[in-house]
């Protein structure tokens, strides 16, 4: 796991403090991220980042070949109302 190993330890430093206190990279499967989030919101803010943190990602570990990156709300998350 060598190269991925780096992507879980910079995960703070990629996604910034704020991002990374509410999105948890949890897996990494044949070079897609899969990072679960605590809140709707930060959900949204992933994806407006998504671009920037695939960079970042593949800055930090560029054997890994990083594709692509999913996003999920966690288990525990309260989900946002919505008139949808």
Known sequence: MGSLSLIFQEWKRIAGDALAAHARLIDVQNGI???EV?????LQMLQLRKTTLLDAARKAAPLASIEGIRMRLGAGASPASSDH
């Open 38 to 42: 605590d809140h709707p919101g930060w």
């Open 33 to 35: 991220l899969l990072v």
